[in-house]
């Protein structure tokens, strides 16, 4: 049997977060592992559920997604990341990765 791929989502508008969260739970094969509002919040959490992959918003109060992302890729570089924005800055998009 295939596990599911657990991902984490790490974005500030709670509508927008659960929105994502459900439509993980509608598709199989994922499964949502948790939802957090900042990167304060979520770097320890990501670090003790481990998921597949994290979707990441680029703006988020505090620290931005893309330290938050800095932060995990060097402690998990198998860890999968698909950066969430609004933006148009490319500049600010190509630095996430």
């Not at 739970?25 to 597949?52: H, R, Y």
């Not at 860890?79 to 800055?89: N, S, V």
């Amino acid at each position: 049997m295939i596990q599911d791929k657990v991902i984490c989502i790490v974005e500030d508008k709670m509508e927008l977060r659960d929105a994502m969260s459900m439509m993980l739970q509608l598709t199989d094969g994922f499964v949502a592992g948790g939802s957090f509002d900042s990167t304060e919040e979520a770097i320890p959490a990501i670090c003790d559920i481990v998921p597949d992959a994290v979707l990441m918003d680029i703006n988020l109060p505090g620290s931005s997604g893309i330290n938050c992302v800095a932060t995990l890729k060097t402690r998990f570089p198998q860890m999968l990341f698909l950066m969430c924005t609004a933006y148009e800055d490319n500049e600010k998009i190509f630095k996430s990765a």
